[in-house]
C-alpha cells in the first residue's frame, strides 16, 4: 500500500510538470465544450432568408412577419424577380429563399389551394434540409392561425415534434460525444504514451528489476488517469447543466457507473496500446489512428452510424466510444431506465475482459 | 571467499536462437567481476536472467543465495540494477529520485533522509538536492544512478555498461566509486566495451556468440594469451565470432 501511494505521487509530479500533458488534460475538454458548442453547431439561427413576393397580399405578409420574427431567421432579401435569386445564393446573402406565387390569399381562399416554393442552399444539404422543415413549420401555422388553411392540404401538414430535445439544440448530441472523446484521449492515449515513455527511457526495466510487484507498477501509473477523466467528466457534466442546459433526467448513480465503466475500459486499452508500442511516437499514432479518430467519426457524436456503409457500420461496433455515447444519451437526456441500456453494458463489459485478458498475456510473453 | 554468484549451465533460448549456452561460473563477495563481450554475445540476456527478469531455458543459478527460477522476488530485494540506459526519471529532482528508489526498495523514511544527505555530500552535490535530474551534466547523471542503485545496500550491484558516452575523467571517477562499493563488501557485476576498464577488475570473463571463451584476472589472462593487452586477447577471441549484433 505504502509504495502503491509512492508510484501514484511520482506518476503526479510527471503529469505536473509536464506542460504539455497538463494543458491536454485541463485545457482540451473545455477548448472542446466552447468549440462544439458554439462553433461547430449544426443549430439553426440568425438564418438569412430571402422572399420574392407575387402576391403582396395580407396572407403572404403575416407570413413573412412570423418569418422575421422567429428566432431562427433574418429578412435580408426581397427580391423583384426571379432571376435575382440565384445571384443571392452564389453571393452568400441568403441560405434559404421562399416564394409566393400571384395571388396567393385569393387562391388560397377560392381555390383551396395556393403556390408556395421553397428554395434552400442544397451544397450543404443537412443544414438546407433543417431549413426547410423549419421554414416550413413557420408557414403551416401561420395559415392554420390565420384560420385560413385550405382542409384539404394543409390539415395533413405534419407537425414537427423533436422527443425528448424539442429544441433541436446541438449540444445534447455533443456533449455525450465530447466526453467519450476526451475519455480516450486521457485515458487510452495519454496513459499509454505514459507508460511506453517508461520503457523507452529505460525506467521501467529499472523499476522491473526492483522488488515491486509488475501489477502495482501498472495499476500506480494507470490510478492518476483515472482521477483525471474523473475531474474531467464531473466538469463536462457541470458546465453543460449549468451553462448549457443539457438536463441530466436518468439516474445519476446508473450515469456514474457507466462513466466509471467506460474509463476501466479506456484505461485497459492504454495498457494493452504500451505492451504494443515500442516508442512514444508509436504509442501516439497507435492511439490517434486506431482510437481518437474512429471515436471521432464513427461514434455516432458526429455523423449517424445508421447511414453509413456496411464496413464502417461495423467498424463503430468496435468503439468502445460508440457503445458509451449511446448508453449515455438515453441514460442522461431520454432518462430511461437502466434495463434499457443493457445491451451498452454488456458490450462495455466484454470489451474490458477482452482487453485485459490480451494485454495480461501480452505482458507474460515480453518477461519471458 | 563465499560465493554471492553461482552459474551453472545457464542456457537462454529465444525460438531457435541461442542467446545464452551453457554457461557456468562464479563470483565471490566484493569481488568486481568485469563480464566482456561484442555487441550481440549474450551480455545483457545474462544480466536479465541474473536479476529475475527473463527466465532462464536450462540449467540454474543463484544470485545472494535465491535461486533465479523460483525466488526472483528475493533475489530483486537484494540487488541494485543499472541499465545500459541512463535511468532516472529526468523530470523528478535528485532528492525525489533517491527517494523513490528507496521507497521502492523498502527503506524507511528517516534512512534515507539521512543517507541522502551523505550521499549527496560524498558525491559533492550538496548544491544540487533540488536540481531537476535534467538539468545535470550526463556524467553527473551516471554518477548519480550508480549511487541509487547501491543506495539500499544491495548484496550485489549489476551495471550493464555503465559509462557508454562518458569522457575519460568521469570515467575514471566512476571507476573509484566502483572500487569503493566493492570495499564495503558489495559485489560488483559490470559489462563495459572499453578494454582499458577490464584491467580495473578483479576477474574477467570474455564472452563470444552466447559462450564464455575465457575466464581469468586480467593479469593471468594476458600470461595465458601471451598478449599484454586486453584489447588483443578480446580481439583474437571475439574475431570468430559468427553473431555480428543484437
Known amino acids: 500500500m505504502k509504495e502503491f501511494l509512492t508510484f501514484t505521487k511520482k506518476e503526479f509530479i510527471h503529469i505536473f510538470r509536464d506542460t504539455w500533458t497538463m494543458m491536454i488534460i485541463l485545457v482540451l475538454p473545455l477548448v472542446m465544450m466552447v468549440l462544439f458548442g458554439y462553433a461547430v453547431t449544426t443549430e439553426i439561427g440568425n438564418t438569412n432568408i430571402g422572399v420574392l413576393d407575387y402576391s403582396k397580399d395580407e396572407i403572404t405578409k403575416s407570413i413573412i412577419n412570423r418569418i422575421q420574427e422567429s428566432e431562427y431567421f433574418t429578412l435580408s432579401n426581397s427580391f423583384n424577380s426571379y432571376q435575382e435569386i440565384e445571384p443571392s445564393f452564389k453571393a452568400s446573402e441568403n ?18 389551394k395556393a403556390d408556395i416554393q421553397i428554395i434552400a442552399d442544397g451544397s450543404d444539404p443537412n443544414s438546407a434540409r433543417t431549413l426547410v422543415s423549419y421554414a416550413s413549420n413557420i408557414i403551416g401555422t401561420t395559415l392554420k392561425d390565420l384560420n385560413k388553411a385550405p382542409v384539404s392540404s394543409y390539415e395533413i401538414t405534419p407537425e414537427l415534434k423533436l422527443l425528448y430535445n424539442p429544441l433541436m439544440k446541438s449540444s445534447y448530441n455533443f456533449v455525450p460525444g465530447v466526453m467519450g472523446f476526451i475519455i480516450i484521449l486521457v485515458c487510452a ?59 441530466i433526467n436518468g439516474s445519476l448513480f446508473w450515469i456514474s457507473t457507466l462513466c466509471i465503466l467506460y474509463i476501466l475500459v479506456s484505461l485497459s486499452l492504454g495498457i494493452l496500446i504500451s505492451t504494443v508500442a515500442d516508442t512514444q511516437l508509436m504509442a501516439l499514432v497507435i492511439s490517434a489512428i486506431i482510437l481518437l479518430m474512429p471515436s471521432m467519426l464513427l461514434s455516432g457524436m458526429l455523423f449517424d452510424i445508421g447511414s453509413m456503409p456496411l464496413i464502417l457500420q461495423g467498424i463503430a461496433q468496435a468503439m468502445p466510444a460508440k457503445w458509451f455515447i449511446s448508453a449515455i444519451r438515453k441514460l442522461m437526456i431520454m432518462g430511461v431506465d437502466v434495463r434499457y441500456v443493457w445491451s451498452e453494458f454488456l458490450a462495455l463489459i466484454i470489451m474490458l475482459t477482452v482487453i485485459i485478458g490480451i494485454s495480461l498475456r501480452t505482458f507474460k510473453k515480453r518477461m519471458e | 571467499m563465499e560465493n554471492v554468484i553461482v552459474v551453472n549451465n545457464l542456457t537462454k533460448k529465444f525460438g531457435h536462437f541461442t542467446a545464452v549456452d551453457n554457461i557456468s561460473f562464479e563470483v565471490k563477495k566484493g569481488e568486481i567481476f568485469g563480464f566482456l563481450g561484442a555487441n550481440g554475445a549474450g551480455k545483457t540476456t545474462v544480466i536479465r536472467m541474473l536479476c529475475g527478469l527473463s527466465r532462464p531455458s536450462a540449467g540454474n543459478a543463484t544470485v545472494a543465495g535465491f535461486d533465479i527460477r523460483h525466488q526472483s522476488e528475493k533475489i530483486k530485494a537484494n540487488i541494485g540494477y543499472m541499465s545500459q540506459k541512463f535511468s532516472l ?49 550526463l556524467g553527473w547523471k551516471q554518477k548519480l544512478a550508480f549511487s541509487v542503485a547501491i543506495f539500499h545496500n544491495p548484496k550485489v550491484v549489476f551495471l550493464d555498461e555503465p559509462t557508454g558516452g562518458v569522457d575519460p575523467v568521469v570515467r575514471r571517477q566512476f571507476w573509484e566509486l566502483i572500487y569503493k562499493t566493492a570495499e564495503k563488501g558489495i559485489t560488483v557485476f559490470v559489462t563495459t566495451h572499453y578494454m582499458d576498464e577490464a584491467e580495473y577488475c578483479d576477474r574477467v570473463s570474455i564472452m563470444v556468440d552466447g559462450r564464455i571463451e575465457a ?17 588483443d586477447i578480446f580481439y583474437q577471441l571475439a574475431r570468430n565470432a559468427k553473431r555480428t549484433d543484437d
Request: no cysteine.
Open chain 1, 95 to 112: 441560405s434559404l429563399v421562399i416564394v409566393f406565387g400571384e395571388n396567393f390569399s385569393e387562391n388560397l381562399l377560392h381555390l383551396k
Open chain 1, 189 to 247: 492515449m495519454m496513459t499509454s504514451i505514459s507508460i511506453v515513455r517508461e520503457k523507452e527511457k529505460g525506467t521501467m526495466e529499472l523499476l522491473l528489476a526492483s522488488p515491486t510487484k509488475p501489477i502495482i507498477i501498472i495499476v500506480s501509473k494507470v490510478i492518476p488517469y483515472f482521477i483525471i477523466a474523473l475531474i474531467n467528466i464531473i466538469t463536462i457534466f457541470i458546465v453543460s447543466y449549468f451553462i448549457m442546459g443539457v438536463p
Open chain 2, 89 to 137: 526519471y529526468e523530470d523528478l529532482k535528485v532528492w525525489e529520485n533517491i527517494k523513490l528508489f528507496a521507497g521502492i526498495y523498502g527503506m524507511k523514511k528517516k534512512d534515507i533522509a539521512l543517507k541522502t544527505d551523505i550521499l549527496l555530500e560524498e558525491l559533492g552535490f550538496q548544491d544540487e538536492k533540488q536540481t531537476l535530474v535534467s538539468a545535470l551534466p
Open chain 2, 215 to 231: 575466464l581469468e584476472t586480467p593479469k593471468a589472462l594476458k600470461e595465458k594469451f601471451a598478449s599484454n593487452s586486453i584489447d
